[in-house]
């Protein structure tokens, strides 16, 4: 059964670090493609991050370039959201969702379309 969960959201103070886990179940890390995906109230879904299969490497929405940092330990079977800098626009409800296997040899997608399996997400706040 296919499963991602998410942890580490918390509240930060604006230029603070945070650090996002998505432990997945299932199927392999390494041989998908996981997107970082987040939602502020009143938004719609945005896609911020997301990390290729094998050696297809990362790619960043332009609201975060620069600032956070999508990795995967293929040990634990996991991949973290590094963010930095964070800012108050940054708050939001973050999730990890795994790419269509049919896709996962392709650069990965910052597009819902591309990801059919979500997980429950973890809120992150900045605030002063």
């Known amino acids: 059964q296919v499963q991602l969960v998410e942890s580490g959201g918390s509240r930060v103070q604006p230029g603070g670090s945070v650090r996002l886990a998505c432990q997945v179940s299932?199927?392999?890390?390494?041989?998908?493609?996981i997107g970082w995906f987040r939602q502020a109230p009143g938004k719609m879904r945005e896609g911020v991050a997301c990390?290729?299969?094998?050696?297809?490497?990362?790619q960043y929405g332009d609201s975060v370039k620069g600032r956070f940092t999508v990795s995967r330990d293929s040990f634990k079977n996991m991949v973290y959201l590094e963010m930095n800098g964070l800012k108050f626009e940054d708050t939001a409800v973050y999730y990890c969702?795994?790419?269509?296997?049919?896709?996962?040899?392709?650069?990965?997608?910052?597009?819902?379309?591309?990801?059919?399996?979500w997980g429950q997400g973890t809120q992150v706040t900045v605030s002063a």
């Open positions: 969702a795994r790419g269509r296997a049919q896709w996962r040899l392709r650069i990965c997608s910052l597009g819902e379309f591309a990801y059919d399996h």
């Open positions: 299932g199927f392999t890390a390494d041989d998908a493609i």
């Open positions: 990390m290729g299969s094998g050696d297809n490497g990362p």
